[in-house]
């Protein structure tokens, strides 16, 4: 299925430095996650992607998010490279989470949301945008673990439409060949 994707490398996150105290609450959603999803919006039309997200960690108190896509074909390979985004999870008081995103599109974007177990809302607070880029005025975000699964759902407001579904994914954990897996591991409850 995704192994014909042109990242074939598999990464162990959830060993290695120790996790920042603050992160604690985030710790279940650290790791590389691969899976597909579909999206699209009103001047868009639907389309099926595959996509790879990392939430890693050095041992300070933020999580470097990056996340890349491909649109698929019927036959779940690769047509042509999509969106991709890149940024930082950062811990807030009262298992808040502070979520800064940049795209290659022009659009960065800062959210601010609440951790509630395995469940992760997120509302933008601020837009900005390049010259050239699309209006983007607002964005939602629902991330959570489900049996074992990372999913999630995008809504977006840009180019004058209202806050509307945009993209949504189901994703697994993928773990390097010869490294414990997620499920109990000395490494993974770190």
Known sequence: MLA????????????GPDLDHSLLSLLPFVG???????GGFPAETEYDFAQEIILSHDGRPF??????????????????QAFREIGWWRPAADDGVEVLLAHPTGVSEVYLGRVDGLKVELA?????????ADVVSASRRLYGIVEGALLYAVDLAANGEPLQPHVSGRL?????????????SAAARR
Not at 33 to 38: A, I, P
Not at 124 to 132: G, L, N, P, W
Not at 174 to 183: D, E, L
Request: hydrophobic share 25%; aromatic share 10%; net charge neutral.
């Open 63 to 80: 999580l470097h998010y990056e996340s890349r896509a491909w649109l698929i074909n019927d036959e779940g390979r690769p047509v042509r």
């Open 172 to 184: 697994t954990r993928v773990s390097s060949p010869g490294t414990a897996s997620s499920n109990g």
């Open 32 to 38: 590389f996650w691969r899976g597909t999803g579909k």
């Open 4 to 15: 014909n994707y042109p990242y074939e490398e598999t990464h162990d996150l959830r060993s």
């Open 124 to 132: 933008s607070d601020v837009v900005a945008r390049t010259e050239t």
